[in-house]
């Protein structure tokens, strides 16, 4: 195929990827020093549409040195149509970290294993994945190296950094070969390149796109896991965990609240101080308070220090794009508090119930969930998951209150009604949530929600205890 057909052929491939919006790629280069990267991509570029093509090669920036990891990588992920071509990229990132020892074997393994993850993932929301290795031999390395630089239209291309690499060659080789070897996959596979002049490098890598966006998609198959480091305590909403107490006085009730609120604010201000991402998590029956008890915590914080976030049906921008994007991107900074009034755990509980997802989709959940929050607590988070819990017949005489107040019938919903003729599914798929995502430092909390003063005080007490653990901890 001749260069020109070639590029009409990957422009009608890309038109139709934007026509559809079912699919978006990746596209990512990462390999050996001065291999011609950074003139493919641009070249590629011309070829393409570029309103539906996007470019990364940026290092991270403080922004987002201070989130979990794949929060850089999470908000550039293509939405469906287009194309993320990335240099280096997460690959980089690995690969140069262990060359220069800033990574262990052991990190480096665990960086591959959830790069796996991360892939299979955006694989089964419907991103293509491709993933091209530049291969250069050490002497010709040199050889390229001493030409640009006695260019001088193109010594720029050749800094300390290029030299570094050519010293490392031979690691980096090592490196790669493991590297290619461990994240290999029929949803993600590596094509190697070896050094060419930059056309043909460019058909090269114009061929193998086009390959992969004429393919039939892949996804990953799924995968139920057992776990098997699953923290003592899982609550059932089936054994006395949500147990009705006495109802507290109004006076006792101020007391304590005013003690908790004093409280919070204090470790908040430590939270702060500390630069300690905290993210909490609000789960529960309709009608059991969570707007209550969200509004009982926000009261304590510094209006500049926290988010809080109200999770109901997607957005088509959030559509657009694989389901855990709208989670990643709404991450708190260090020192900040991230609430949300709702969560991912929607995808086991109203998408599993009504249907909303398949099974494959709400099974493969569980697994991306407890990947989700590992990556939160290996950057020093806190994650905080309140479920809050009421009986079935408090359900309905809140609901009926409800309806009788005109302040508040706007509370109740169409939807509402619904969820509650469901009542039997919906305890069997919280149960099975508890039981498949309930891990150490990402454990859940069960609130009987039956006195809504007890119920406010039990979510104050419990986020102090975890701030309080976690700021101990790090003493």
């Known amino acids: 195929m001749n260069s020109d057909t070639l590029r009409y052929r990957l422009l009608d491939a890309q038109l139709a990827l934007a026509r559809e919006q079912q699919r978006s790629v990746i596209l990512l280069l990462t390999g050996h020093a001065v291999t011609h990267k ?9 070829w393409l549409e570029n309103r539906h093509t996007e470019v990364h090669a940026l290092g991270p920036s403080s922004e987002e040195q201070a989130r979990p990891y794949w929060w850089r ?9 287009r194309i993320g071509i990335f240099i280096h990229g997460w690959y980089g990132d690995a690969l140069f970290a262990r060359a220069e020892r800033r990574l262990s074997p052991g990190a480096f393994q665990d960086r591959l294993e959830q790069i796996r993850t991360f892939e299979a993932e955006l694989a089964a929301e ?9 291969d250069i031999g050490r002497r010709e390395q040199r050889r390229h190296l001493d030409e640009l630089q006695q260019d001088p239209a193109r010594a720029w291309q050749v800094g300390p950094g ?8 031979a690691v980096i080789e ?6 290619r070897a461990d994240t290999e996959a029929s949803h993600a596979p590596w094509q190697r390149l070896a050094f060419r002049a930059p056309g043909e490098q460019l058909n090269r890598v114009g061929r193998a796109l086009l390959g992969r966006m004429e393919a039939p ?5 799924v995968t139920l896991e057992t776990l098997s480091d699953e923290a003592p305590g899982v609550p059932s909403l089936h054994r006395d965990d949500a147990a009705v107490e006495k109802r507290l006085d109004k006076a006792a009730y101020r007391e304590r609240l005013a003690h908790g609120q004093a409280r919070l604010a204090s470790n908040a201000r430590e939270i702060a101080r500390r630069r300690i991402p905290v993210v909490i998590a609000f789960e529960g029956h309709d009608a059991a308070g969570k707007g209550g008890s969200i509004h009982r915590l926000t009261a304590a914080l510094d209006a500049r220090q926290y988010r809080v976030y109200r999770i109901g049906a997607p957005s088509d921008e959030e559509l657009s794009r694989p389901w855990g994007w709208r989670f990643w991107r709404r ?9 949300f009034d709702r969560s991912w755990y929607g995808r086991v509980l109203v998408e599993r119930v009504e249907g909303l997802a398949g099974e494959a989709q709400w099974q493969r959940a569980y697994g991306e969930i407890r990947h989700f929050e590992q990556q939160l607590l290996e950057h020093g988070g806190v994650v905080i998951k309140l479920f809050l819990a009421i009986r079935k017949e408090e359900q309905l005489k809140r609901f009926e209150a409800r309806a009788a107040t005109p302040h508040k019938r706007h509370k109740l919903t169409d939807e509402d009604w619904r969820n509650r003729e469901r009542w039997d599914d919906y305890q069997r798929a919280i149960d099975e949530m508890f039981a498949r995502t309930h891990l150490p430092g990402a454990q859940w909390s069960l609130i009987a929600c039956d006195d809504k003063r007890r119920a406010r005080l039990a979510v104050l007490e419990l986020v102090n205890q975890r701030l309080e653990a976690r700021l101990a901890s790090a003493i």
């Open 73 to 81: 990588y999470w908000r550039r992920i293509p939405d469906r149509g």
């Open 162 to 169: 290029e030299w570094q690499r050519h010293g490392q060659h």
């Open 126 to 134: 419907g991103v293509i994945l491709l993933k091209l290795w530049t």
């Open 38 to 46: 950074g003139q493919v991509v641009n070249r590629l570029n011309h």
């Open 331 to 339: 991450l708190p900074v260090d020192g900040r508090i991230a609430i």
């Open 174 to 179: 090592a490196i790669g070969r493991t590297l």
């Open 217 to 221: 998609p892949e996804p990953p198959a």
